[in-house]
């Protein structure tokens, strides 16, 4: 699976954006996907991630009532739409997806073996 994370910006604090995880290669709808991200000087966070299906998600408590994790399969595309957006979300955003197709999700970065290239997110103050 070939991942292209796309949407990332400047974005004043209190804006929104939406963040787009498209594949390529294999059948996207078919694995579950998740959202990292790594701001500067700090590890890589867990962020979001929505199972195979679309039916089940699961969210860093530091994004909770802000941030929504979504999938069109038909278009084979996961979203990330961020809202009330903080300067402490500033960072490099990456979709991820497991090496397994119908497998579960999960907030390990290490149970993810397909990482796109990440899309810069600027919040300022």
């Known amino acids: 699976v070939q991942l292209q994370a796309s949407g990332g910006g400047l974005v004043q604090a209190g804006g929104s954006l939406r963040l787009s995880c498209a594949a390529s290669?294999?059948?996207?709808?078919?694995?579950?996907c998740g959202w990292f991200r790594q701001a500067p000087g700090k590890e890589r966070e867990f962020v979001a991630a929505?199972?195979?299906?679309?039916?089940?998600?699961d969210y860093a408590d530091s994004v909770k009532g802000r941030f929504t994790i979504s999938r069109d399969n038909a278009k084979g595309t996961v979203y990330l739409q961020m809202n009330s957006l903080k300067p402490e979300d500033t960072a490099v955003y990456y979709c991820?997806?497991?090496?397994?197709?119908?497998?579960?999700?999960?907030?390990?970065?290490?149970?993810?073996?397909?990482w796109g290239q990440g899309t810069l997110v600027t919040v300022s103050s």
């Open positions: 929505i199972s195979w299906s679309g039916g089940s998600t």
């Open positions: 290669g294999r059948t996207f709808s078919w694995y579950a």
């Open positions: 991820a997806a497991p090496r397994e197709a119908l497998g579960a999700f999960s907030s390990l970065g290490t149970e993810y073996d397909y």
